[in-house]
């Protein structure tokens, strides 16, 4: 072999490497494009995926504590009717022995005044009695 076909070869495999190389590039490019388009098609699917789960376990947390809440407020609830019942029992407790002292006044107020009442009709029958002549006294 010459120089001259070592030279017409090398010319031929630069030939072929620049076409070889200008299709792998265009082979890459495409396939780029289509792992581009695979990857964005991956992460819109992850995505909606993620919100639907986030979602989910937002809900459901809504409702744990909704239900936490409306606990709270029935045990509140059922506390502040304890306290309102202990403090009708300790006023109706109060109340009974001050109702037995105000019964026993009351009675005695009621004597007291049947006694007044008595005396003034006394007073009332002396006053109006008429006197010898036939009138009242003064």
Same mark, same amino acid.
């Given at each position: 072999? +010459?120089?001259?076909? #070592? =030279? ?10 620049? $076409? @070889?190389?200008?299709? *792998?590039? $265009?082979?890459? &490019? $495409?396939?780029?494009?289509? @792992? ?6 991956? #992460?819109?699917?992850?995505? /909606? !995926? ?6 989910? /376990?937002?809900?459901?947390?809504? +409702?744990?504590?909704? $239900?936490? *809440? &409306?606990? =709270?407020?029935?045990?509140?609830? %059922? /506390? ?5 019942? !202990? ?19 009351? *009675?005695?107020? =009621?004597? #007291?005044?049947?006694? @007044?009442?008595? #005396? %003034?009709?006394? *007073? ?10 036939? +009138?009242? =006294?003064?």
């Amino acid at each position: 072999m +010459s120089d001259e076909d #070592l =030279q017409q070869i090398r010319a031929l495999l630069g030939e072929q490497k620049v $076409e @070889i190389k200008a299709e *792998v590039v $265009e082979a890459l &490019r $495409e396939q780029k494009a289509e @792992i581009k388009a695979e990857v964005v098609e991956a #992460l819109r699917e992850q995505k /909606a !995926e993620i919100k639907t789960e986030v979602v989910e /376990a937002l809900r459901e947390q809504k +409702s744990e504590i909704l $239900e936490v *809440v &409306r606990q =709270q407020k029935a045990e509140t609830l %059922e /506390a502040m009717r304890d306290m309102q019942t !202990e403090i009708l029992r300790g006023l109706e407790r109060f109340s009974r022995g001050n109702f037995s002292r105000l019964h026993r006044l009351d *009675v005695s107020d =009621q004597d #007291l005044n049947d006694r @007044i009442n008595a #005396l %003034e009709e006394r *007073v009332l029958a002396l006053e109006t009695r008429p006197g010898p002549l036939g +009138s009242p =006294q003064p």
